[in-house]
């Protein structure tokens, strides 16, 4: 059996930050969208799959759909959901 995938939203949700992910984060809705305002150079660049999310949602620059953003260095996010600034060790 393979570890769970490490996401920004499965960081998040650990945090206790509410992002909707209706898909159960299986990147197909778009609704798990985050703005990030800080340390966007922690996560890898979006891949295709992400990419053609973000342009459906019309999403504004500097989103990210958090269920397939993936970490690859360790630090602090600082990001936007809804109207809240949350902090997110990754």
């Not at 778009?30 to 660049?45: F, H, M, N, R, Y």
């Not at 999403?59 to 759909?65: F, I």
């Amino acid at each position: 059996m393979s570890p769970p995938k490490r996401t920004l939203l499965s960081l998040a949700r650990r945090a206790k930050v509410r992002i909707g992910y209706p898909c159960r984060g299986e990147g197909i809705c778009g609704k798990c969208d985050v703005e990030i305002l800080s340390g966007g150079e922690l996560l890898a660049p979006p891949g295709d799959e992400e990419r053609a999310l973000l342009a459906r949602e019309a999403c504004a620059p500097g989103a990210r759909m958090s269920c397939l953003a993936i970490p690859c260095a360790s630090g602090t996010l600082v990001i936007r959901v809804g109207g809240g600034t949350f902090r997110v060790s990754v």
